[in-house]
């Protein structure tokens, strides 16, 4: 079965500042690969997507994630974060195309300072 | 188009007190998701629908909570009876999946279920 890891809870940079959230993954063969944010007090919105092809993927918001397969990685970037990106952010991953099921992660909340 | 909608926002009973959660997925969608979140677990899964009918409900935690859906547009998640341990925030999440492929699973405000 896949899993999804995120080992930071929390992260906090200051405005204006790069950002990355990591993400590794468990699946035996291509996975999809999604990030989520989760505004305070909101359900969950895509940010982006990885399915096959290009490795790196854009997403709204000026976020990108990059897929590696040799490091089970999909981490997210973003070149200058805006204090409105404060938020929760969930890396997901499925099994491809046998089912609709994804698994997300625990979440990283993501702090800006002023 | 609303958004998948999901009521009550806000739910507050008493233990062993029936709850029960409902959701309307968005038009057209013939995918729909429960999730619970809750700061210990995450967000897990609890139960998903495709074109009305059960397809995985390995994370409904007991039998104390049952999920339906009678028809695309509705679906209820009841707890019955409720206990302090279920609080939480329930998502409804719905998608349009066709074999071959993902979309995007749109999700619902929640309902934040306090049990007493």
């Known amino acids: 079965a896949q899993s999804v890891t995120q080992p930071d809870i929390h992260i906090t940079v200051s405005e204006g500042a790069s950002l990355e959230l990591r993400c590794n993954y468990s699946?035996?063969?291509?996975?999809?690969l999604f990030w989520y944010v989760q505004s305070p007090g909101q359900g969950l919105q895509l940010l982006l997507k990885y399915f096959s092809g290009d490795t790196l993927v854009q997403g709204i918001k000026g976020f990108e994630a990059e897929f590696k397969r040799s490091q089970s990685s999909f981490n997210l970037r973003k070149p200058s974060v805006h204090w409105s990106d404060a938020a929760e952010y969930f890396c997901?991953?499925?099994?491809?195309?046998?089912?609709?099921?994804?698994?997300f992660g625990k979440g990283t909340r993501l702090h800006i300072l002023p | 188009d609303a958004g998948v909608i999901q009521s009550p926002r806000h739910e507050v009973t008493e233990m062993g007190q029936e709850v029960t959660l409902r959701c309307k997925p968005i038009s057209g969608h013939n995918s729909l998701f429960w999730y619970r979140q809750t700061m210990m677990r995450g967000l897990e899964l609890l139960i998903y629908?495709?074109?009305?009918?059960?397809?995985?409900d390995s994370g409904m935690p007991e039998d104390r909570f049952s999920a339906k859906m009678p028809n695309a547009s509705f679906s209820t998640l009841k707890i019955q009876p409720s206990e302090p341990r279920d609080s939480a925030v329930y998502f409804c999440?719905?998608?349009?999946?066709?074999?071959?492929?993902?979309?995007?699973?749109?999700f619902g405000p929640g309902t934040r279920l306090t049990v007493l």
């Open positions: 699946y035996g063969a291509t996975p999809y």
């Open positions: 999440a719905s998608s349009f999946w066709i074999a071959g492929g993902y979309n995007e699973q749109f």
């Open positions: 997901a991953v499925g099994a491809g195309n046998r089912d609709d099921k994804i698994i």
């Open positions: 629908f495709n074109n009305n009918v059960p397809i995985d």
